[in-house]
T-cell receptor
């Protein structure tokens, strides 16, 4: 089925470890983004990309890196995991970043940092 | 004060009730308004989209925007247990050509049989 695929679905990390959360979409969407969702905080934008080779920071970028080498993939890297990064991470994509285009979200990655 | 305020609930209603979900906002530049539905342990999915003020209807769902009061609503008629989910409002403007939305924290809705 077409959509946004996130892997892994669950992950437990130790403090200081690094890892990459994968996001892939097969809808030829130009715009992709990463959010984290925490209780009482709602969705907060981490990084986004308006096309291959172009990325920018969102509201909470510290501790995360992204790259966009292809239209389909937008991985999120945690450089040195901290307990404060325990959260549910969602990848979202849209045809373009513009009005009238809602986001398609993945099913999320639940990350626990101990 | 957050740009978008949304009561987290939970809001518990009996099946068949009319549900009203609301968000207020402070940024007068917002022109595009969306509602997302998020089932437990799933990603949000776009439910409704409206531009500027007015109403939009889609089946049992009606989205309403009052820009003069900076207030948006989502009404659900004949609510069903399958409507139980968290509903997030989102809104965006055209600041610098960016349409990145600001999300509310979401309202948890429980429709009991």
């Amino acid at each position: 089925n077409a959509g946004v695929t996130q892997t892994p679905k669950f992950q437990v990390l130790k403090t200081g470890q690094s890892m990459t959360l994968q996001c892939a979409q097969d809808m030829n969407h130009e715009y992709m983004s990463w959010y984290r969702q925490d209780p009482g905080m709602g969705l907060r934008l981490i990084h986004y990309s308006v096309g291959a080779g172009i990325t920018d920071q969102g509201e909470v970028p510290n501790g995360y890196n992204v790259s966009r080498s292809t239209t389909e993939d937008f991985p999120l890297r945690l450089l040195s995991a901290a307990p404060s990064q325990t959260s549910v991470y969602f990848c979202a994509s849209s045809y373009i970043q513009g009005p009238g285009y809602g986001y398609t979200f993945g099913s999320g990655t639940r990350l626990t940092v101990v | 004060q957050k740009e978008v305020e949304q009561d987290p609930g939970p809001l518990s209603v009996p099946e068949g009730a009319i549900v009203s979900l609301n968000c207020t906002y402070s940024n007068s530049a917002f022109q595009y308004f969306m509602w997302y539905r998020q089932y437990s342990r799933k990603g949000p999915e776009l439910l409704m989209y409206t531009y500027s003020s007015g109403n939009k209807e889609d089946g049992r769902f009606t989205a309403q925007v009052d820009k003069s009061s900076k207030y948006i609503s989502l009404f659900i008629r004949d609510s069903q247990p399958s409507d139980s989910a968290t509903y997030l409002c989102a809104m965006s403007g055209t600041s610098g050509g960016s349409y990145i939305p600001t999300f509310g924290r979401g309202t948890s809705l429980i429709v009991h049989p």
